[in-house]
């Protein structure tokens, strides 16, 4: 690796480059591949430069609010036109002539319901305290035992054992 390589990736359009690959969903490794370094010369580069730091964190934060935005539309349902086109002919305002041109013969709205795994996970990721699969239980005052066998001592308990 060439010493001073970072300095490329300074450049606006080094960063540039960056935070595309981070809204592409590329994978930390994936772009220290693509800047032809390791994934741990990346990690001390975004210590060591907040520009490029910041590059990434600004890239994955776009496309993470778009899925974020896709699953909570796909948790509520939505509704959605479907449209048929066909080729047809038009006539051209300006000079007069036909043109062909895609023309919609249908439009249908469709609705898709809410689903119930996506309402699920949103649910437990915003608000665990209330829909996590594990709850803290607290107990309080003591819980009584009746031990015929507590007080014998374990010789005595052989014997019980092997009199059975």
Same mark, same amino acid.
């Given at each position: 690796? &060439?010493?001073?390589?970072?300095? =490329?990736? $300074? +450049?606006?359009?080094?960063l540039a !480059?960056? @935070?595309g690959w &981070? /809204?592409?969903? !590329?994978t930390?490794e994936q772009i220290a591949?693509?800047?032809?370094i390791?994934?741990? %010369? #990346?990690?001390?580069w975004?210590? /060591?430069y ?5 590059? #990434? ?7 993470? /609010?778009?899925? @974020?935005? &896709?699953?909570l539309?796909? &948790? $509520?349902? *939505?509704?959605?036109?479907?449209v +048929? /086109? =066909?080729?047809? +002919?038009?006539?051209? =305002? =300006?000079t ?6 895609m023309? @919609? %013969?249908?439009r249908?709205?469709?609705e898709?319901?809410?689903?119930t ?5 949103? !649910?437990?990721?915003?608000?665990? @305290?209330?829909?996590r699969d ?8 003591s819980v009584?035992v009746n031990n015929? *066998?507590k007080?014998l +001592?374990t010789?005595?308990l052989?014997?019980l054992?092997?009199?059975?």
């Amino acid at each position: 690796m &060439a010493k001073g390589k970072y300095h =490329e990736w $300074l +450049t606006p359009e080094g960063l540039a !480059l960056l @935070e595309g690959w &981070a /809204r592409d969903g !590329l994978t930390d490794e994936q772009i220290a591949d693509n800047m032809g370094i390791k994934r741990p %010369t #990346l990690y001390e580069w975004k210590k /060591r430069y907040p520009d490029i730091s910041d590059t #990434l964190k600004k890239g994955k934060e776009v496309i993470d /609010r778009h899925v @974020e935005n &896709a699953l909570l539309k796909r &948790a $509520l349902g *939505y509704r959605y036109d479907e449209v +048929t /086109r =066909e080729p047809g +002919t038009v006539e051209d =305002e =300006e000079t007069g002539e036909l043109k062909q041109v895609m023309v @919609e %013969t249908k439009r249908v709205t469709k609705e898709v319901q809410g689903d119930t795994t996506a309402q699920i996970f949103w !649910l437990k990721n915003r608000k665990p @305290e209330q829909w996590r699969d594990k709850q803290d239980v607290q107990h309080s005052g003591s819980v009584n035992v009746n031990n015929p *066998y507590k007080d014998l +001592t374990t010789d005595e308990l052989r014997k019980l054992i092997r009199d059975g």
